[in-house]
């Protein structure tokens, strides 16, 4: 979903969470490294259809990267990153803006250890200036994923433990003295909100200002997770279609909860949200068998 971007299409939510029946789909026998393992789900009453990946991304087997599109209109479709990179998955990143015939990444995006978009650091909201720190998903130089809150200062990058505290119509000042801790990524990708980073942790939705937006309504969906063996999980909810409606950020983070994700973050949604395996693009966004084009990607190279 382009962060801008509004659905008006109505959809009813019950209390009652997302039920999903899992199946393997692919695994070493697809040429893909030992332990990378593909599901697909579905819960047939809400209607919810998704898929996830998950395999350990410190493995020698496998590098993930996080990359922007190439290209003078500085988008592409995610089958087009994946192809690009000879990757076996490929999933969409982060927020991004259309601007004068040219998207541009909202928000950290680190790309070899170089930052070609910095963290949002303030946010207004009906005429309220807020100051902010949103989650992102990085890659350490061994290869192991990491979340935090994060701010971003020229190439540098640091993390936080956690959000300001900011409220509807009540910011909070940026906490005096503190600017984090540097946060060695060789890739990141900030998106948010941060689902959950330990078991009793909360939506912080309000925190990093996506209160009146369309972020926390029902879509279409993208999101990482961490286990807690250090797997990395990347999942994708297909929406706004017959077949599967999408799904609140709640019932996303309940889903990724029931497939072992200790810790997790939202990433861009909506019509961007594409998962594509070996070439083969796994779900249908927004009901077509075609991608919109996105600004960045997390694509994952494998060496099975």
Known sequence: MVVLAVSCRPYSVTDELPDLTWTQISGAADNLPEH???FQGTD???PIQAWYARFQPS???IRVIIIPATGETGREMVSDFAKRENACLAVNGGYFLNRDHRSFPIGLLVTNSSVISNASHRIIRDDVRYDAIRAALGFLPDGSADFAWVSSRNDSVFAW??????HRDRPAPMPAGNTGVYWPVEYALAAGPSLFQHSGDSITAEEEIFFDSPIPNVHPRTA???A???SL???????????????SLTELAHMMRS????RAINLDGGGSSAMVLNSILLNRPEGYSTEREVASAIVVKCDS
């Open 224 to 226: 990482a997770g961490i």
């Open 233 to 247: 999980i990347l999942m994708v909810v297909d929406g706004r279609q017959s077949r599967s409606r999408g799904v």
């Open 228 to 230: 807690a063996d250090g």
């Open 259 to 262: 497939i072992g994700a200790v």
């Open 161 to 166: 433990l956690r959000p300001i505290d900011n």
């Open 36 to 38: 990378f393992v593909v």
């Open 44 to 46: 047939e009453k809400a």
């Open 59 to 61: 493995s020698p087997e």
